[in-house]
C-alpha cells in the first residue's frame, strides 16, 4: 500500500467540566485526506477549498506530524498529502487536530502499522503545537481513540477511552467569525480559586461516573464550567441567548474547545432535532452567520475509504 | 423504638486526587453511639475514654446536628447520646464525620426514619462545621452511603455514590499527634495554578474510570496530589519515609483528610499485611507513637447493633 484515503473526523474538547482533558468524536464534519508515498524526500502538502492554512510543510500542522514520524522512522522517500477540508479552521471543533491525527494515522498506515493509538496521538501532538502554541491532546485523543476520552496526563502521556452513549447527540453552532486557539487560551488567568477548582473537579468527576452509569440527570447536572468558560464568554457571539433558548431540551450547552463554536448535547434524536430548530430560529435573524451542524457521537474514529 | 446503638465507621477523605470531594467508608475503627429519647427537652452527652471532646452540647458535633434536627422535627422530646469513642479525635480519618453522622442516622431512625441518606448527610454537615468550620461533607458521605462516594456538589448538596472494589485494603498509619482540621485548612493556599488543577482534575477523572473499570494499574497512576498535600506534607511526621517504603506494594498512599494520618490503599490482603509490617518496622524505631490500622473498605456505612 502506498496510498491511503481516510475520513477524518472533527471533535469537541473540554465539554465545559473538562479543560485540557475531555473530548469526543463527531460523526461530521470530517475531512477528507489522500497521503501517498512519494519517491523524492520532502512533503507536499494541498489543501483544497480552504485558502487559509500554509502550505508550506514547515507552517503546517500536517508536516510537523509527518516530519517527525519520517525522522523516527529514518523513513527515506517522502509523502503528498492532499486535503479536502471541510473542518472550517478556527471554528473550535478540531481542525487542526483532524489534520494532525490524520496524517500521524495514515503515514502509520502505509509504512507499517508499528505504532499504537497512543503513540499516534503523540505525534500528532506536533501538529497542534504548531496550530495553537501548546501540544495539547484532547481533541486528537477522541480522533484517533473514538467516542470519549479522558487525556488523564499529558506527562507521561495517558488517555483513557471512556464509555460512549449511543443515545447522546450533539449540535454544534457555529458563528462563521474565526478565532485562534492561540488567542483564546491568552485571555485566560494562570491562577484559580481553590473553591472554583473543587467545583469543577466535582463536575468532571461526576461527568465520568456518568457516563459510566448512564446517568443523563447526573450528566445535565456536570456540563458546567466555573473557570474558563466565564472569562471566554465575550468572545462568542450571542452565546447566552442561544444556550438558553434551548436549555430546556438539551443535557447541556458549552464552548466547543477554544470556540467559537458551541455545542450543545442532547438525549435522542428528537430532542436534537428540536434543538437545531429553536438554534435556527435565533440565528437566522442574526447578521452574522452560521453553521449548524447536527452529528452523533462517533464512537471509530478515523475511518478508512480506500 | 426509642433506642438506638450504632457502629459508626471512619474514614479517608480527600484520597489525594479529590480534595473535599472525594472520601471512602472504613471497616474499622468504629465508634459505638447509643442514642436514646429523653422525656426531657436538650441534649445530654457522654464520651466514653475520650476527655477531649466538649460535652456541653452548644459546643459538641452531636449536639449540633441533633439541634438542627430536633428543630426540623419540631420534636418536644429530647436525646441522651453516649459515645465509646475509639476513632480519636485529629486524627485525620473522621472522627467527627462519625459522630455527626451516628447522630443523624440515630435520630432519624428514633423519629421515623423519613429522611433520605443525602438529608442525614445535611444534617450532619452542621457537625462538621462545629469541628473544623467548614461545613464539608467528603468524610459524612461514605459514612452515610458506605463505600467511596464523591461530592460533586455542595450549593446544592449533591453526592454520588461510586463502585466499591472488595479486593482493596487499607492502611491507616497514625502518628499520635493532634492536628485539627481546621489549622491544616488555614495553611492551603486560596490561589492555585491552573496547570496543577489540571493536573489534578485528569487524576481524579482517571481515579472514578478506574472504580468502575476495575483497572487497578490506572488507579495506582490516579492517587497524586499535586495540590494540597505539598503545603501540609511538613505536618506529618515521617511521611516521606513511610510512604517511600511501601511505594511497591501499594496502589498509593496519601493524607488522610487534613492528617496527621497516612492512608495506603493495597490491592490484595497479602499486601496489605506486607505493607503494615514494612511500616511498623519504621515506626516502631521512631520517638513519636503510632497507630497501625489495617482495614477493608465497608460497603454499608454506619451498622445496628441494637
Redesign the interface.
Known amino acids: 500500500m502506498n496510498k491511503i484515503t481516510i475520513s477524518v473526523p472533527s471533535s469537541v474538547a473540554n465539554v465545559s467540566c473538562?479543560?485540557?482533558?475531555?473530548g469526543f468524536c463527531l460523526e461530521k464534519p470530517c475531512d477528507e485526506m489522500t497521503v501517498e508515498i512519494k519517491k523524492k524526500q520532502g512533503v507536499d502538502i494541498q489543501i483544497i477549498n480552504e485558502k487559509s492554512i500554509p502550505t508550506n510543510p514547515k507552517d503546517n500542522v500536517c508536516g510537523a506530524v509527518a516530519f517527525a514520524m519520517i525522522k523516527k522512522l529514518n523513513f527515506k522517500y517522502g509523502f503528498k498529502i492532499k486535503i479536502i477540508k471541510n473542518i472550517k479552521p478556527g471554528s473550535g471543533i478540531g481542525s487542526s487536530a483532524a489534520s494532525a491525527a490524520g496524517t500521524a494515522f495514515a503515514i502509520n498506515k502505509l509504512t507499517g502499522n508499528i505504532f499504537s493509538k497512543l503513540d499516534l496521538v503523540k505525534y500528532a501532538m506536533y501538529g497542534e503545537e504548531i496550530a495553537s502554541g501548546a501540544k495539547h491532546a484532547d481533541n486528537l485523543s477522541p480522533v484517533i481513540f473514538g467516542g470519549f476520552t479522558?487525556?488523564?496526563?499529558l506527562k507521561p502521556l495517558?488517555i483513557?477511552p471512556?464509555p460512549s452513549l449511543k443515545e447522546l447527540y450533539v449540535i454544534i453552532t457555529h458563528p462563521l467569525i474565526e478565532l485562534k486557539t492561540k488567542d483564546a487560551r491568552l485571555i485566560?488567568?494562570?491562577?484559580?480559586?481553590?473553591?472554583k477548582?473543587?467545583?469543577?473537579?466535582?463536575?468532571?468527576?461526576?461527568?465520568?461516573?456518568s457516563l459510566?452509569?448512564k446517568n443523563y440527570e447526573?450528566m445535565s447536572?456536570?456540563i458546567e464550567d466555573v473557570?474558563i468558560e466565564p472569562q471566554r464568554l465575550k468572545l462568542i457571539p450571542n452565546y447566552r441567548e442561544i444556550v438558553d433558548s434551548v436549555s430546556k431540551y438539551t443535557l447541556g450547552s458549552g464552548i466547543s474547545g477554544a470556540g467559537p463554536s458551541i455545542f450543545s448535547i442532547c438525549k435522542g434524536e428528537h430532542n436534537s432535532e428540536l434543538v437545531l430548530d429553536k438554534i435556527r430560529e435565533i440565528t437566522d435573524k442574526k447578521s452574522i452567520e452560521y453553521n449548524l451542524i447536527l452529528s452523533n457521537i462517533n464512537t471509530e474514529g478515523i475511518k478508512i475509504i480506500n
Open positions: 473538562g479543560f485540557d482533558v475531555l479522558l487525556v488523564r496526563s495517558d483513557i471512556l485566560i488567568d494562570k491562577k484559580i480559586n481553590l473553591e477548582a473543587i467545583q469543577q473537579w466535582g463536575n468532571l468527576a461526576g461527568f465520568i461516573a459510566y452509569t447526573l447536572k456536570t473557570i
